[in-house]
C-alpha cells in the first residue's frame, strides 16, 4: 500500500468504507486453524464409509488402503468454495460467482472424472438454508444445493458455515469500530485498544461464540441430509483458510489501522472458533475434516502478492476483496486431494 501523508483517521475512513463496499453483498468466509484435520492430524481418518486406514498395531494384518472415491462427485458450498471473480467465471447462475478452476474443479480434474460425475453447485452467499431451498443471486437463481445429490453420489466436498455466523459483516464492525475509536481519539475522547472485541463482548456474552454455536446446529443438520440422499457418499467437510498471520503486526503495511491490533487478534481467534465448530461437527457425523488453516499459514492476506491465498481488502485487480485467488483454490484443492486419496 503505498505511503501516505494524510490524517491516519483518513486512512482509516477509506480503508473501513472499502470493506463496507468491497464485502456488502459478498458472503465468503475464511477461517483459522481449528484444530487437527485431514493432512495428516487427528481429524482424517474417518467418513461415511468407515475409518480410512492408518498404521496398524504390531502383528496385525495391515488394512487394504481403499480405493479413492472416483464420483459422481457433488460440491457444495459458499464463495470460498465457488471462487468469485477467479477467471474463467462458469456455470448457471452468473451470480453464484464459480470459477472453473476453483479447488472443486480441480479435485474433479485431477480424480479424472468425466464431465457427468461431477457437479458444482456452490454460489456466493449461501448460508446453510440455501443448501435445503433456493437461493436468490443478484444474477439468477441456484436451486437447492442438496438437491444435485442422489443415491449414486459418491464423493461430497462441503465447505459452509461461516456466513450463517456472520463473519464478513464481523470484519465490517469492526472497521467501523476502529473508525468510531479514531473519531474520539481525535477529540479527546474515551476509546477502547480492542473496541470490536469490547462490541461482541459486551455485558459478558460473548456473541460470536454464540453464533458459532448456531451454526454448528445447522452444519449438523446438513451433514444428517448428505447422509440420508447420498448414504454411501464418503464426506468432506472443508475448513476455511487463514484469514490472518499469527503475528498481526504484520498486517500493519496491508490494513493500516482499518482494525485495531488487538481486534486482528480477536479476530483470528473467532476464526478459529469456526473451523473447530466445523471439525467437531464433521467427526461426530462421520465426515473428514479437511484443515486449511494450518497449510495456508504464512499464505493470509496480508502474505505478498506472490505468496498469499486470501486478497486483502486492496485486491489485485479484478478479485475479491478478503477472498481465495487463483493460488489458493490451487492450494486447497491440493489439501482436499490428499484427504480423499488418503
Known amino acids: 500500500m503505498p505511503r501516505t501523508t494524510r490524517p491516519a483517521v483518513v486512512v482509516t475512513a ?60 457433488v460440491a457444495l458450498g459458499d464463495s470460498y468454495t465457488a471462487g468469485p471473480k477467479i477467471a474463467p467465471q ?25 464431465p457427468g460425475q461431477f457437479r458444482d453447485v456452490s454460489c456466493s452467499g449461501a448460508r446453510t438454508g440455501d443448501l435445503k431451498a433456493v437461493q436468490k443471486t443478484d444474477d439468477g437463481v441456484n436451486p437447492a444445493q442438496l438437491d444435485a445429490l442422489t443415491p449414486a453420489t459418491r464423493l461430497v466436498t462441503l465447505g459452509i458455515g461461516g456466513n450463517d455466523a456472520g463473519f464478513m459483516q464481523v470484519m465490517t464492525e469492526c472497521a467501523k469500530d ?5 473519531v474520539k481519539d481525535l477529540v479527546g ?9 469490547e462490541h461482541y463482548a459486551s455485558g459478558g456474552a460473548d456473541q460470536l461464540q454464540a453464533r458459532v454455536d448456531e451454526a454448528g446446529g445447522k452444519v449438523a443438520d446438513v451433514l444428517r441430509e448428505i447422509r440420508r440422499r447420498s448414504p454411501q457418499a464418503r464426506v468432506y467437510v ?3 483458510p487463514a484469514l490472518l498471520p499469527t503475528d ?16 486482528l487478534g480477536f479476530l483470528a481467534e473467532k476464526e478459529r472458533q469456526l473451523n473447530g465448530m466445523l471439525k467437531q461437527r464433521a467427526e461426530a457425523a462421520g465426515a473428514v475434516f479437511v484443515d486449511t488453516a494450518g497449510p495456508s ?46
Open 178 to 182: 476502529t473508525l468510531v475509536g479514531a
Open 14 to 73: 477509506g480503508l473501513a468504507a472499502l470493506l463496507l463496499a468491497g464485502l456488502a453483498g459478498l458472503a465468503g468466509l475464511a477461517g483459522c486453524s481449528g484444530g487437527g484435520g485431514a493432512d495428516g492430524s487427528d481429524g482424517s481418518d474417518r467418513g461415511f464409509a468407515g475409518a480410512l486406514p492408518g498404521r496398524a498395531p504390531a502383528g496385525a494384518t495391515p488394512t487394504p488402503t481403499p480405493t479413492p472415491p472416483s464420483g459422481p462427485y
Open 238 to 240: 472443508v475448513g476455511y
Open 189 to 197: 475522547g474515551r476509546t477502547s485498544a480492542a473496541p470490536c472485541r
Open 297 to 342: 499459514a504464512g499464505h493470509d492476506m496480508c502474505a505478498g502478492e506472490d505468496s498469499r491465498w486470501i486478497e486483502p481488502p486492496f485486491p489485485a485487480h479484478g478479485l475479491t476483496p478478503i477472498h481465495p485467488n487463483a493460488k489458493g483454490e490451487e492450494a486447497v484443492a491440493g489439501v482436499v486431494l490428499k484427504a480423499v486419496r488418503g
Open 90 to 114: 462458469v456455470g448457471e447462475p452468473g451470480g453464484c460467482g464459480r470459477s472453473g478452476v476453483n479447488y472443486p474443479a480441480l479435485v474433479a480434474k485431477a480424480l479424472a472424472l468425466a
Open 248 to 263: 498481526p503486526v504484520s498486517c500493519g503495511p496491508v490494513l493500516g489501522t482499518t482494525i485495531a491490533a488487538a481486534d
